[in-house]
């Protein structure tokens, strides 16, 4: 049984030496301070795009240490977190129940009420026919707790809609509300055509439905993460597009794209977009790597007067999950089609991404060092870790505010020893020839017990 015990030490020995190593601030190459503003509780700090290209992928090397323990030779007393991802409180838009359609309507009126369903809500979207065209609307809210609209009513308001088509601009049927939650909504619908549109016959038909979005209370906060406010000039600029170049660093998510305009600029426009995105560095357009991701929208904006209805709509973000960076930096371009329009005064673009926090119990009161706090990364050797904070972890509305410092180099940074490759990696062989000299060393004690039991 001597070759069973030797396969048994070699095994144990390799089980040993590939341990997963264990988080230590003299291993990681950063270091931030964490200041916690004040009290004590849960505190959540906003991470910067700079901490993803220096941690390992999905942030699972970061550490946070109370300052005590991150001098050498201390002992190692993690913090546990929990990384939270800004989103709207309702994933799915819902769809509100139109009821009592055309009901009491005159002089080109449309009348009907949504029945909405059992949440908050900041808007609510009319899905209007398609096909109609060139028209402006006023449409009058009010709201009741009953269903069906017959308890007591609260007037909410008056709200400009309108399709410009003919005139190159944008569509808009979303009524824009104080945060509510009214089960029923009373809409009256006058519509009239646009200014130079031929006359139309608006009929309730054309109220196809309405959608609930999340609601503007609780939408999605993003964070920059690179920007620019130069156009590109040169052999890469075209007559008809505006372009802006960006590098975007290793493994920082993008997942919008937003653009400013100059202070005072007051004109109406619709622009296509198209984003490109290439892990070639000297990719400059599609046709020079295959490995181009490419991403159209909208940008708009309608400010005008017409026939007495104040129109105030502004789209200038477009949503893009980019995913070129994710393993190398990458080389992102934005263009702007102006066709023969003149360019748009565009003063900055943003590439964003939603708000990452990272949120942990504050212990100690105070602010500044008295937080007492160190956040770690830059070991790619460790695996994420696993903490009961961060499984049973509920975000507090109330939670205290924490900032990060500036990133430094970790002053007691030390390269982890390379560990020695165990006995069994070595010299495989002997591993192969201990595994035979077992199961030989079993098939003649077998053989040797089935020949007594045969005597």
Not at 253 to 267: I, K, M, Q, T, W
Request: aromatic share 6%.
């Amino acid at each position: 049984m001597k070759g069973a015990a030797l396969l048994a030490v070699l095994l144990w020995q390799a089980a040993a030496v590939n341990e997963p190593p264990v988080a230590m601030p003299g291993t990681m190459c950063y270091q931030r301070t964490v200041q916690v503003m004040a009290g004590m509780g849960q505190a959540c700090a906003a991470l910067d795009a700079a901490i993803f290209p220096h941690a390992a992928p999905s942030l699972s090397d970061v550490r946070l240490f109370p300052v005590q323990d991150t001098s050498a030779g201390a002992a190692v007393h993690e913090i546990p977190y929990a990384i939270t991802l800004s989103e709207a409180a309702s994933d799915e838009t819902e769809t509100a129940r139109v009821l009592n359609l055309g009901a009491g309507a005159s002089g080109g009126q449309i009348v009907f009420d949504l029945e909405i369903p059992v949440r908050a809500y900041t808007e609510v979207t009319l899905d209007l026919d398609p096909t109609v065209h060139d028209f402006i609307a006023t449409a009058t809210v009010s709201g009741s707790d009953a269903l069906g609209g017959r308890g007591r009513t609260t007037a909410l308001g008056s709200f400009t809609l309108f399709d410009l088509a003919s005139q190159h601009l944008s569509r808009d049927t979303t009524i824009p509300l104080q945060e509510s939650t009214f089960r029923t909504l009373h809409v009256v619908l006058n519509l009239s055509a646009a200014p130079g549109a031929a006359a139309t016959r608006f009929v309730p038909a054309m109220v196809l439905g309405a959608t609930v979005p999340p609601s503007r209370e609780a939408q999605t906060i993003y964070t920059t993460v690179a920007s620019v406010s130069v156009p590109t000039t040169g052999k890469l600029a075209t007559p008809r597009t505006t372009r802006f170049d960006l590098d975007l660093p290793l493994r920082v998510p993008v997942e919008r794209v937003s653009f400013d305009l100059a202070p005072g600029y007051n004109g109406n426009f619709s622009r296509d977009i198209t984003i490109h995105a290439s892990s070639n560095s000297d990719a400059t357009s599609p046709a020079d790597s295959l490995q181009v991701e490419t991403l159209t929208g909208t940008i708009s904006r309608v400010h005008s007067t017409q026939d007495g209805h104040t129109i105030n709509q502004e789209q200038l973000s477009v949503p893009a999950v980019l995913g070129a960076n994710l393993q190398h930096a990458a080389r992102v371009w934005i263009e702007i089609e102006n066709g023969d329009d003149q360019p748009l005064p565009i003063s900055a673009v943003r590439l964003e991404m939603r708000q990452r926090k990272i949120c942990f119990e504050a212990l100690v009161a105070g602010s500044g060092a008295d937080s007492g706090l160190e956040l770690f990364y830059g070991d790619s050797r460790l695996a994420a870790p696993v903490y009961d904070y961060a499984r049973l972890f509920v975000a507090s509305r109330a939670a205290l505010v924490a900032e990060l410092g500036p990133e430094q180099l970790n002053a007691n940074y030390r390269a982890p020893a390379v560990p020695l490759r165990p006995f069994s990696e070595r010299h495989p062989e002997v591993l192969w020839i201990a595994l035979i000299a077992v199961i030989c060393a079993l098939g003649v004690v077998a053989l040797r017990s089935a020949k007594n039991v045969g005597r």
